[in-house]
Nanobody, 116 residues
Framework: QVQLVESGGGLVQAGGSLRLSCAAS????????TGWYRQAPGKQRELVAR???????DYLDSVKGRFTISRDNAKNTVYLQMNGLKPEDTAVYYC??????????WGQGTQVTVSS
């Protein structure tokens, strides 16, 4: 079992920055990939960024060049640095982890609101 706890959301003006954190606990050695998803009101949840155990990275096209995903293995924490935020980035952001047994885990979500 893996537990995920997100933090770092909030309200920011357009053009501003936030850093989200996802702290993992439990069977962290079994995690093969960690990602950030977001869901805006009335929209489907979408993958924003993902980092694998082998450090391969994936990004949603609309955040490339603005968002950076990174990992601190010593702290079992994955970060999402978000720069140049836009109102359309407003959503609840969820941390997600996939383990060796193909189990998927979700955090509770953190709200990001970008005002224009």
């Amino acid at each position: 079992q893996v537990q995920l706890v997100e933090s770092g959301g909030g309200l920011v003006q357009a053009g501003g920055s936030l850093r989200l954190s996802c702290a993992a606990s439990g069977s962290t050695g079994s995690i093969v990939a960690t990602g950030w998803y977001r869901q805006a009101p009335g929209k489907q949840r979408e993958l924003v960024a993902r980092i694998s155990r082998g450090l391969s990275l994936d990004y949603l096209d609309s955040v490339k060049g603005r968002f950076t995903i990174s990992r601190d293995n010593a702290k079992n924490t994955v970060y999402l640095q978000m720069n140049g935020l836009k109102p359309e980035d407003t959503a609840v952001y969820y941390c997600n982890a996939l383990d060796l047994q193909k189990h998927i885990y979700w955090g509770q979500g953190t709200q990001v609101t970008v005002s224009s």
